[in-house]
C-alpha cells in the first residue's frame, strides 16, 4: 500500500492518485488540476473538514489530529509551514480517532 506523502491517505486505486497516476507520491485532494501539490493550508483545511465530518465537530480537536497527522508525512519535513506550528493532539488523542475511522 501507498500513502499519500502529504496527507497520510491510503491510495489503492489509480483513482486514489493525483490526476489517475499510480506512480504519484501524492492523492487526488493534495494536487491542483495543473499537478501542483496544493498549499499546507489547503491541505490542512481539508483533512480538518474531514475530520469534522467523520469524527466530531470539534474544531479544535480537528486541528490538533490534522497538524499531528500532517507533520508525520515526509512531505512537511523541514518546510516549516506556519499553519503546521503549534498544538498537536496527543498519541493517545490520536490512536483514538484512528480507531473512530476505522
Ligand atoms: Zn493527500
Redesign the pocket.
Known amino acids: 500500500m501507498n500513502y499519500?506523502e502529504?496527507?497520510g491517505?491510503p491510495m489503492s486505486k489509480p483513482e486514489d492518485y493525483a490526476q489517475g497516476d499510480t506512480s504519484s507520491q501524492?492523492?487526488l485532494?493534495?494536487v491542483n488540476a495543473d499537478g501542483s501539490v496544493k498549499t499546507a493550508a489547503e491541505?490542512f483545511e481539508g483533512g480538518v473538514n474531514f475530520f469534522m465530518q467523520h469524527v466530531s465537530d470539534d474544531r479544535t480537536m480537528a486541528e490538533k489530529v490534522t497538524r499531528k497527522n500532517m507533520n508525520q508525512q515526509s512531505y512537511w519535513q523541514g518546510k516549516n509551514e506556519p499553519i503546521l506550528q503549534g498544538e498537536e493532539a496527543t498519541d493517545e488523542e490520536f490512536a483514538e480517532v484512528m480507531k473512530k475511522m476505522g
Do not use: Q
Request: glycine share 0%; proline share 0%; net charge neutral.
Open positions: 499519500c502529504a496527507c491517505m501524492f492523492c485532494y493534495c491541505i
